[in-house]
Protein backbone atom coordinates (compact mmCIF):
# COMPACT_ATOMS: atom_id res chain seq x y z
CA UNK A 1 0.00 0.00 0.00
CA UNK A 2 1.11 3.77 -0.47
CA UNK A 3 2.19 6.03 2.41
CA UNK A 4 -1.63 7.76 1.66
CA UNK A 5 -0.30 10.75 4.25
CA UNK A 6 2.58 11.76 1.57
CA UNK A 7 1.13 10.28 -1.47
CA UNK A 8 -2.39 10.44 -2.62
CA UNK A 9 -4.70 11.36 -5.96
CA UNK A 10 -6.23 13.78 -6.34
CA UNK A 11 -9.97 14.44 -7.03
CA UNK A 12 -11.23 17.64 -6.78
CA UNK A 13 -11.41 20.35 -9.41
CA UNK A 14 -10.30 23.30 -7.52
CA UNK A 15 -6.64 22.30 -6.83
CA UNK A 16 -5.54 24.70 -3.53
CA UNK A 17 -1.61 26.14 -3.54
CA UNK A 18 -1.04 27.54 -0.40
CA UNK A 19 -3.55 30.77 -0.76
CA UNK A 20 -4.11 30.22 -4.95
CA UNK A 21 -6.87 28.23 -6.00
CA UNK A 22 -6.85 26.96 -9.92
CA UNK A 23 -10.09 25.11 -11.16
CA UNK A 24 -9.21 22.05 -13.13
CA UNK A 25 -10.71 19.91 -15.78
CA UNK A 26 -11.76 16.61 -13.64
CA UNK A 27 -9.92 13.93 -15.97
CA UNK A 28 -6.49 15.94 -15.11
CA UNK A 29 -7.38 16.61 -11.27
CA UNK A 30 -8.14 13.16 -10.99
CA UNK A 31 -4.77 12.32 -12.16
CA UNK A 32 -2.24 14.49 -10.00
CA UNK A 33 -0.83 13.34 -6.95
CA UNK A 34 -0.62 16.24 -4.34
CA UNK A 35 0.97 16.02 -0.54
CA UNK A 36 0.54 18.48 2.34
CA UNK A 37 4.01 17.08 3.58
CA UNK A 38 7.59 18.68 3.15
CA UNK A 39 8.92 16.92 0.12
CA UNK A 40 12.38 15.66 1.90
CA UNK A 41 10.31 13.66 4.29
CA UNK A 42 8.51 11.10 1.19
CA UNK A 43 11.18 8.82 0.70
CA UNK A 44 10.14 6.70 3.76
CA UNK A 45 6.98 4.95 4.18
CA UNK A 46 5.37 2.00 1.85
CA UNK A 47 6.05 1.10 -1.41
CA UNK A 48 3.69 -0.52 -3.62
CA UNK A 49 4.23 -4.16 -4.66
CA UNK A 50 3.50 -4.94 -8.40
CA UNK A 51 4.05 -7.94 -10.42
CA UNK A 52 6.29 -7.80 -13.39
CA UNK A 53 5.69 -9.96 -16.51
CA UNK A 54 7.23 -9.08 -19.71
CA UNK A 55 7.10 -10.85 -23.02
CA UNK A 56 9.46 -13.65 -23.05
CA UNK A 57 10.55 -12.91 -19.33
CA UNK A 58 9.76 -14.43 -16.30
CA UNK A 59 7.61 -13.11 -13.26
CA UNK A 60 9.16 -10.65 -11.00
CA UNK A 61 7.98 -9.01 -7.89
CA UNK A 62 8.80 -5.07 -7.89
CA UNK A 63 8.07 -2.54 -5.78
CA UNK A 64 7.82 1.74 -6.66
CA UNK A 65 8.83 4.08 -4.58
CA UNK A 66 5.98 6.28 -2.71
CA UNK A 67 8.62 9.43 -3.73
CA UNK A 68 6.59 10.53 -6.93
CA UNK A 69 8.53 13.60 -8.69
CA UNK A 70 5.14 15.02 -10.22
CA UNK A 71 3.63 15.12 -6.67
CA UNK A 72 2.50 18.74 -6.09
CA UNK A 73 3.62 20.18 -2.37
CA UNK A 74 0.94 22.39 -1.62
CA UNK A 75 2.83 23.85 1.04
CA UNK A 76 5.86 25.28 -0.95
CA UNK A 77 5.63 29.07 -2.46
CA UNK A 78 4.51 29.66 -5.75
CA UNK A 79 4.89 32.84 -7.28
CA UNK A 80 3.26 34.46 -9.97
CA UNK A 81 6.64 35.78 -12.32
CA UNK A 82 6.86 39.30 -13.89
CA UNK A 83 7.48 37.92 -16.87
CA UNK A 84 6.87 34.23 -18.06
CA UNK A 85 9.77 34.74 -20.93
CA UNK A 86 12.27 35.57 -18.20
CA UNK A 87 11.58 32.33 -15.82
CA UNK A 88 14.84 29.44 -16.56
CA UNK A 89 13.69 26.70 -18.45
CA UNK A 90 13.19 23.26 -15.99
CA UNK A 91 16.21 21.50 -15.39
CA UNK A 92 16.60 17.90 -16.94
CA UNK A 93 14.77 15.20 -15.47
CA UNK A 94 13.16 18.00 -13.21
CA UNK A 95 10.80 17.29 -10.17
CA UNK A 96 8.25 19.45 -8.96
CA UNK A 97 9.58 20.27 -6.03
CA UNK A 98 12.38 21.32 -7.71
CA UNK A 99 10.80 23.95 -10.04
CA UNK A 100 11.59 27.58 -8.84
CA UNK A 101 8.69 29.15 -7.43
CA UNK A 102 8.28 31.04 -10.53
CA UNK A 103 8.50 27.70 -12.59
CA UNK A 104 5.50 26.30 -10.46
CA UNK A 105 3.42 28.90 -10.86
CA UNK A 106 3.99 28.55 -14.73
CA UNK A 107 3.45 24.78 -14.20
CA UNK A 108 0.48 24.89 -12.36
CA UNK A 109 -1.22 27.66 -14.57
CA UNK A 110 -0.55 25.35 -17.92
CA UNK A 111 -2.52 22.11 -15.88
CA UNK A 112 -5.43 24.45 -16.30
CA UNK A 113 -5.19 23.35 -20.24
CA UNK A 114 -2.76 20.88 -20.97
CA UNK A 115 -3.10 20.96 -24.93
CA UNK A 116 -1.51 24.51 -24.96
CA UNK A 117 2.13 24.78 -25.93
CA UNK A 118 4.59 24.33 -22.66
CA UNK A 119 8.58 23.50 -22.66
CA UNK A 120 8.59 20.27 -22.75
CA UNK A 121 10.44 19.85 -18.85
CA UNK A 122 7.00 21.16 -17.39
CA UNK A 123 5.40 18.33 -19.53
CA UNK A 124 7.21 15.74 -18.29
CA UNK A 125 6.79 16.79 -14.67
CA UNK A 126 3.23 15.51 -15.65
CA UNK A 127 3.99 12.84 -17.47
CA UNK A 128 5.47 11.25 -14.89
CA UNK A 129 2.71 10.84 -12.35
CA UNK A 130 0.63 9.16 -15.86
CA UNK A 131 2.90 6.69 -15.99
CA UNK A 132 2.46 5.86 -12.36
CA UNK A 133 -1.42 5.82 -13.15
CA UNK A 134 -0.73 3.51 -16.10
CA UNK A 135 1.05 0.86 -13.65
CA UNK A 136 -0.90 1.16 -10.67
CA UNK A 137 -3.65 3.67 -10.33
CA UNK A 138 -6.24 5.05 -12.78
CA UNK A 139 -5.06 3.10 -16.80
CA UNK A 140 -7.83 4.32 -18.36
CA UNK A 141 -7.89 7.58 -17.53
CA UNK A 142 -4.08 7.81 -18.16
CA UNK A 143 -3.95 6.37 -21.14
CA UNK A 144 -6.72 8.73 -22.37
CA UNK A 145 -4.67 11.61 -21.51
CA UNK A 146 -1.29 10.70 -23.04
CA UNK A 147 -2.97 10.17 -25.94
CA UNK A 148 -4.10 13.54 -25.74
CA UNK A 149 -0.78 14.98 -24.87
CA UNK A 150 1.02 12.96 -27.68
CA UNK A 151 -1.92 14.98 -29.99
CA UNK A 152 -0.92 17.96 -29.48
CA UNK A 153 3.32 18.01 -27.89
CA UNK A 154 5.32 16.69 -30.59
CA UNK A 155 8.45 17.01 -28.76
CA UNK A 156 10.38 13.71 -29.96
CA UNK A 157 11.61 12.89 -26.29
CA UNK A 158 8.10 12.72 -24.98
CA UNK A 159 6.48 11.06 -28.20
CA UNK A 160 9.65 8.23 -28.02
CA UNK A 161 8.85 7.89 -24.02
CA UNK A 162 5.29 7.36 -24.21
CA UNK A 163 5.56 4.93 -27.35
CA UNK A 164 7.23 2.45 -25.00
CA UNK A 165 5.28 3.49 -21.99
CA UNK A 166 1.75 3.10 -23.63
CA UNK A 167 2.77 -0.37 -25.51
CA UNK A 168 4.57 -1.85 -22.07
CA UNK A 169 1.44 -0.49 -20.13
CA UNK A 170 -0.65 -2.72 -22.01
CA UNK A 171 1.21 -5.62 -22.00
CA UNK A 172 1.67 -5.42 -17.94
CA UNK A 173 -1.50 -4.87 -17.70
CA UNK A 174 -2.67 -7.08 -19.35
CA UNK A 175 -5.30 -4.71 -21.63
CA UNK A 176 -4.99 -6.68 -25.40
CA UNK A 177 -7.83 -3.66 -26.44
CA UNK A 178 -6.13 -0.79 -25.57
CA UNK A 179 -2.90 -2.35 -27.48
CA UNK A 180 -5.25 -2.77 -30.24
CA UNK A 181 -6.61 0.59 -30.30
CA UNK A 182 -3.48 1.72 -30.40
CA UNK A 183 -2.72 -0.51 -33.60
CA UNK A 184 -5.62 0.08 -35.40
CA UNK A 185 -5.77 3.64 -34.75
CA UNK A 186 -2.02 3.88 -36.16
CA UNK A 187 -1.39 6.10 -32.70
CA UNK A 188 2.71 4.26 -32.89
CA UNK A 189 4.51 6.35 -34.77
CA UNK A 190 7.65 3.14 -35.39
CA UNK A 191 7.73 -0.20 -35.30
CA UNK A 192 10.29 -1.05 -32.64
CA UNK A 193 11.87 -4.05 -30.77
CA UNK A 194 8.56 -4.13 -28.55
CA UNK A 195 6.28 -4.45 -31.62
CA UNK A 196 7.90 -7.60 -32.51
CA UNK A 197 7.53 -9.23 -29.58
CA UNK A 198 4.28 -8.53 -29.15
CA UNK A 199 4.02 -9.75 -33.08
CA UNK A 200 6.21 -12.76 -32.45
CA UNK A 201 3.84 -13.31 -29.14
CA UNK A 202 0.61 -13.33 -30.81
CA UNK A 203 1.81 -15.38 -33.77
CA UNK A 204 1.90 -13.21 -36.61
CA UNK A 205 3.98 -12.65 -39.32
CA UNK A 206 5.48 -9.60 -40.96
CA UNK A 207 4.24 -7.82 -43.89
CA UNK A 208 6.50 -5.73 -46.54
CA UNK A 209 5.59 -2.85 -45.33
CA UNK A 210 6.71 -3.91 -41.90
CA UNK A 211 9.45 -4.94 -42.92
CA UNK A 212 10.22 -1.53 -44.72
CA UNK A 213 9.03 0.22 -41.17
CA UNK A 214 12.07 -1.69 -39.30
CA UNK A 215 14.32 -1.26 -41.89
CA UNK A 216 16.17 2.05 -40.27
CA UNK A 217 16.63 -0.34 -37.24
CA UNK A 218 18.53 -2.88 -39.57
CA UNK A 219 22.57 -2.43 -40.02
CA UNK A 220 23.42 -1.49 -43.68
CA UNK A 221 20.02 -1.39 -45.80
CA UNK A 222 20.53 0.67 -48.38
CA UNK A 223 17.10 2.96 -47.88
CA UNK A 224 17.53 5.52 -50.81
CA UNK A 225 14.54 4.07 -53.04
CA UNK A 226 12.10 3.53 -50.49
CA UNK A 227 12.33 7.49 -50.08
CA UNK A 228 12.38 8.54 -53.26
CA UNK A 229 10.03 5.83 -54.95
CA UNK A 230 8.52 4.35 -51.65
CA UNK A 231 5.01 2.30 -53.88
CA UNK A 232 7.26 1.00 -56.30
CA UNK A 233 9.41 -0.38 -53.62
CA UNK A 234 6.72 -1.75 -51.58
CA UNK A 235 5.16 -3.54 -55.08
CA UNK A 236 8.80 -5.15 -54.71
CA UNK A 237 9.29 -6.15 -51.75
CA UNK A 238 5.97 -8.29 -51.49
CA UNK A 239 7.46 -9.63 -55.10
CA UNK A 240 10.26 -10.65 -52.99
CA UNK A 241 8.31 -12.25 -50.26
CA UNK A 242 6.11 -13.99 -52.56
CA UNK A 243 9.56 -15.50 -54.36
CA UNK A 244 10.92 -16.33 -51.16
CA UNK A 245 8.09 -17.71 -48.61
CA UNK A 246 5.02 -17.86 -51.24
CA UNK A 247 3.23 -15.07 -50.00
CA UNK A 248 3.72 -11.27 -49.34
CA UNK A 249 4.39 -11.94 -45.58
CA UNK A 250 7.79 -12.67 -43.76
CA UNK A 251 6.99 -15.84 -41.70
CA UNK A 252 8.10 -14.12 -38.89
CA UNK A 253 6.25 -15.81 -35.36
CA UNK A 254 7.39 -19.54 -35.99
CA UNK A 255 11.32 -18.96 -37.47
CA UNK A 256 12.69 -17.97 -34.49
CA UNK A 257 13.16 -19.21 -30.81
CA UNK A 258 12.76 -16.10 -28.67
CA UNK A 259 15.19 -17.90 -25.83
CA UNK A 260 18.24 -17.68 -28.20
CA UNK A 261 17.73 -13.73 -28.86
CA UNK A 262 20.49 -11.52 -27.19
CA UNK A 263 18.88 -9.29 -24.03
CA UNK A 264 19.50 -5.52 -24.32
CA UNK A 265 17.98 -2.60 -21.61
CA UNK A 266 15.73 -0.64 -23.35
CA UNK A 267 14.10 2.35 -21.92
CA UNK A 268 10.20 1.44 -21.05
CA UNK A 269 9.25 4.92 -18.86
CA UNK A 270 10.67 7.85 -18.13
CA UNK A 271 9.57 8.54 -14.59
CA UNK A 272 12.97 8.70 -12.36
CA UNK A 273 11.34 7.11 -9.28
CA UNK A 274 10.93 3.88 -10.66
CA UNK A 275 13.57 1.08 -9.52
CA UNK A 276 15.70 0.44 -12.93
CA UNK A 277 13.92 -3.26 -13.26
CA UNK A 278 10.97 -1.25 -14.72
CA UNK A 279 12.71 1.90 -16.39
CA UNK A 280 14.72 0.07 -18.09
CA UNK A 281 14.73 -4.13 -17.92
CA UNK A 282 16.99 -6.37 -20.10
CA UNK A 283 14.56 -7.77 -22.84
CA UNK A 284 15.15 -9.88 -26.05
CA UNK A 285 16.65 -7.84 -28.56
CA UNK A 286 15.68 -9.16 -32.27
CA UNK A 287 17.52 -6.16 -33.95
CA UNK A 288 20.72 -7.34 -32.16
CA UNK A 289 19.76 -10.99 -32.85
CA UNK A 290 22.02 -12.05 -36.31
CA UNK A 291 19.69 -14.82 -37.99
CA UNK A 292 16.95 -12.05 -37.93
CA UNK A 293 18.75 -8.87 -38.95
CA UNK A 294 20.57 -10.79 -41.91
CA UNK A 295 18.18 -12.59 -43.47
CA UNK A 296 15.59 -8.67 -43.14
CA UNK A 297 18.46 -7.45 -44.90
CA UNK A 298 18.97 -10.14 -47.51
CA UNK A 299 15.32 -9.39 -48.33
CA UNK A 300 15.72 -5.85 -48.91
CA UNK A 301 19.02 -5.57 -50.42
CA UNK A 302 17.08 -8.10 -53.15
CA UNK A 303 14.10 -5.47 -53.25
CA UNK A 304 17.04 -2.58 -53.56
CA UNK A 305 18.79 -4.19 -56.54
CA UNK A 306 14.98 -5.26 -58.39
CA UNK A 307 14.31 -1.56 -58.26
CA UNK A 308 17.41 -0.34 -59.52
CA UNK A 309 16.68 -1.81 -62.53
CA UNK A 310 13.46 -1.10 -62.76
CA UNK A 311 13.90 2.35 -62.96
CA UNK A 312 17.10 1.95 -65.43
CA UNK A 313 14.60 0.33 -67.76
CA UNK A 314 11.65 3.27 -67.24
CA UNK A 315 14.69 5.64 -67.58
CA UNK A 316 15.54 4.17 -71.34
CA UNK A 317 12.19 3.40 -72.43
CA UNK A 318 12.03 6.78 -71.86
Known sequence: MENQSSLQRYSAESLVVGSHHLRLPRRTASLLYVSDEDPDTVSSGFSIGITITFIGGQPKIETLSPSEPSTIYVRMLIKEPLDEKEVPRPDYYPTYAGLSPEQKWIYLCWLRDIVTPIDVGYLFVYYYGLERHLLIGEFDLAFEEILQLRKHHKHPSFLSYSNAALLHSCILRKRRDRLEELYRTKELGFLDNTGLLIAHHLGCDLS??????????IDGVNRRYMKLHPELYSANVNEVLREHYGEAYFPFAGRYDICKLPGS????????????EIRTPTLPDFFGYDPFSSEVKELLDDTHERVKVKLKVLRTSK
Open 265 to 276: QQILFANISFPQ
Open 208 to 217: GDSLIHISHK
